[in-house]
């Protein structure tokens, strides 16, 4: 059953891919054997290296997704200078924390513009080409708060769960036209955006108690996950979210 799950000759976009978890989908992509353009605000060059050193092609795109000017270059780009597209992650996100009373419109703004906007923009332009060719697989990243409320983080919140629900209404407009929308609902991993939780004693504490697994998430713990979602396997599974999250949820 390996043939289902492997990408040899496809092309992907991750958005996102200079850390943590696009850098670990990136490198999960490419050794099943995609091409990946690496897109983001910083520098993705580490990501470069690990792709490559899988033996697959690397293509770096710098692009602000806080704005749409990007979005259709970096298809284009991907298209042009890889030769296809048949993945799009969209990984890409910000968060912001205050308490709700205190939250500012310009905080808003930026979460929702990065994290739900471009999302939606970045599907469509792929989709495009995706519905054309008869085929692809976009994997967009949710989070526990699609389907939780959280603390101190409305604009986080209300973008991911907008993933959740434009995940699924794209998967009720482009199932039939070969086109596979999925979501992946991290639990509580170890990245960068997380790593105000992790120092902080008593909700990194209150976190782990919760999690029956025991531990905080690895970027590497979803890598089967994103090339399942990515490949053959799931040529069925449409807007779906698949929570990968140590049994957070189950809690």
């Known amino acids: 059953m390996t043939y289902s799950f492997d990408l ?3 092309v992907a976009i991750v958005t996102g891919a200079n850390t943590g978890i696009g850098q670990g989908i990136a490198v999960a992509l490419a050794q099943a054997g995609a091409d990946v353009a690496l897109v983001g605000r910083s ?3 580490e990501t470069a290296d690990l792709v490559r050193g899988a033996g697959r092609r690397a293509l770096l795109i710098g692009a602000d997704l806080s704005t749409l000017a990007p979005v259709q270059d970096v298809v284009d780009r991907t298209l042009a200078e890889l030769g296809g597209l048949d993945i799009l992650v969209n990984n890409a996100g910000i968060i912001r924390r205050a308490d709700a009373v205190d939250f500012t419109e310009a905080d808003w703004d930026s979460v929702i513009d990065t994290n739900l906007k471009s999302v939606f923009f970045l599907c469509q332009a792929a989709g495009r080409h995706m519905i054309a060719a008869g085929r692809g697989k976009i994997v967009n990243i949710a989070s526990m708060l699609s389907f939780q409320g959280g603390i101190r ?7 991911k769960s907008g993933v959740a629900g434009l995940t699924k209404l794209l998967a009720n ?3 039939a036209k070969g086109v596979n929308v999925n979501a992946i609902a991290p639990g509580y991993i170890a990245t960068n955006n997380t790593a105000a939780l992790q120092a902080d004693e008593n909700r990194n504490r209150s976190i782990l108690e ?13 890598a089967g996950a994103a090339v399942f979602l990515a490949s053959d396997a799931s040529n069925y599974v449409n807007g779906h979210i698949l929570a990968v999250d140590g049994g957070w949820l189950a809690r």
């Open 8 to 10: 040899t000759g496809r």
């Open 43 to 45: 520098s993705a060059d």
């Open 153 to 159: 983080v409305p604009s986080y919140t209300a973008s």
């Open 173 to 175: 407009e482009w199932a």
């Open 210 to 222: 919760r999690i029956p697994a025991g531990r905080w998430g690895d970027p590497s713990d979803l």
